[in-house]
C-alpha cells in the first residue's frame, strides 16, 4: 500500500504540519526534547521525517536510534548518517533495542485501538523514561464531516485504517493505567499535544525512605532488689 498524500515526501508533512500548529510548531518538538536528559541513548518510534532528532536532540544525545514504516522519510534520514530502520511496530513478534528513553511523538492514534500494547513495549525497554505526546485537538475529529473525513484520509501511513484519534479524556483514561509513572504531564503551546513522561520504573519500585532508628528506650529501673525478680 502507499502512503497517504502528506506521508509521501519530508517537505509536504513539515508544510502540513507547520500550517497545523502554525507559531507552536518547533514548541511541540521543544517541549519533547526537553524532558530528555543529556547524554541519554534514544529510542524513536515513528519518527516521521526525523525532525525531532535533527533540530533537537542532535549533539545533546549520546546515541538515537529511529523507527518508522515510510522508507522515503528512513531514506532521507540515513542519507543525513542517521542510524533508521524499517520496522511495522504492529509486528506480533515485535522486538525493540533497548534505549535510556523512548519516544512516541504524534503517532499513538496508529495504535488504535489498542494502544496499550505498544505504550507497554516503550516502557519494557527504557531504562529511564518514556515520552509519549499525543495530539488532543485533530482534523479527524472535526464536528465538520468534510474535515474530519480529509484528516483520517490524509494520514494512511501505507498500512490502512488509520481513522480514529485520541481525545484529552481518552489519552487521559489510557495513562492512567500507568499513573504511579507519571513523571510530568503537560500540554504543549497552543494545546494541539499532551505529553506524558513515564518513569521507567513505578515508583513503588523504589526502596522507601529509611527512617531514622528510634531512640533507645530508658531501661526501667530495677525496685524489686533482686536480679531476674526471684
Ligand atoms: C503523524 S507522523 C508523526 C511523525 C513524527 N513523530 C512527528 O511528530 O512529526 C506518524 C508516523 O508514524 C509512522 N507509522 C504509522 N504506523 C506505523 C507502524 N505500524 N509502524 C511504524 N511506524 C508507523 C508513519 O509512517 C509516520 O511517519
Excluded at 533537537?56 to 522515503?72: E, F, K, M, P
Excluded at 518513569?199 to 526501667?220: E, F, I, K, L, V
Amino acid at each position: 500500500m502507499t502512503p497517504s498524500l502528506i506521508y509521501r515526501s519530508a517537505a509536504g508533512y513539515e508544510l502540513l504540519m507547520r500550517a497545523l500548529y502554525g507559531r507552536h510548531y518547533a514548541d511541540r518538538m521543544r517541549a519533547v526534547a526537553e524532558q530528555v536528559p543529556d547524554g541519554s541513548s534514544v529510542l524513536e518510534l515513528c519518527c516521521g521525517p526525523g525532525t525531532l532528532y535533527l533540530r533537537h536532540l542532535r549533539g545533546r544525545v549520546g546515541s538515537y536510534i529511529a523507527l518508522d514504516v515510510n522508507d522515503r522519510f528512513l531514506r532521507r534520514l540515513r542519507r543525513a548518517g542517521v542510524d533508521a530502520s524499517h520496522l511495522d511496530l504492529n509486528r506480533p513478534d515485535l522486538e525493540l533495542p533497548e534505549a535510556d528513553v523512548t519516544i512516541m511523538q504524534a503517532s499513538l492514534y496508529h495504535f488504535l485501538p489498542h494502544p496499550e500494547r505498544i505504550v507497554d513495549h516503550m516502557l519494557s525497554v527504557a531504562r529511564d523514561r518514556t515520552i509519549i505526546s499525543e495530539p488532543i485537538r485533530n482534523l479527524a475529529s472535526s464536528s465538520l464531516p468534510i474535515m474530519g473525513l480529509l484528516g483520517r484520509r490524509a494520514a494512511d501511513p501505507g498500512t490502512g485504517g488509520h481513522g480514529q484519534r485520541f481525545t484529552e479524556e481518552t489519552l487521559d483514561r489510557l495513562m492512567a493505567h500507568h499513573r504511579e509513572r507519571v513523571l510530568s504531564a503537560f500540554t504543549i503551546p497552543g494545546g494541539r499535544e499532551k505529553v506524558f513522561v513515564l518513569s521507567a520504573r513505578p515508583a513503588w519500585h523504589s526502596p522507601p525512605p529509611r527512617q531514622p532508628a528510634p531512640p533507645p528506650t530508658p531501661r526501667r529501673a530495677d525496685r524489686s532488689g533482686t536480679a531476674g525478680g526471684a
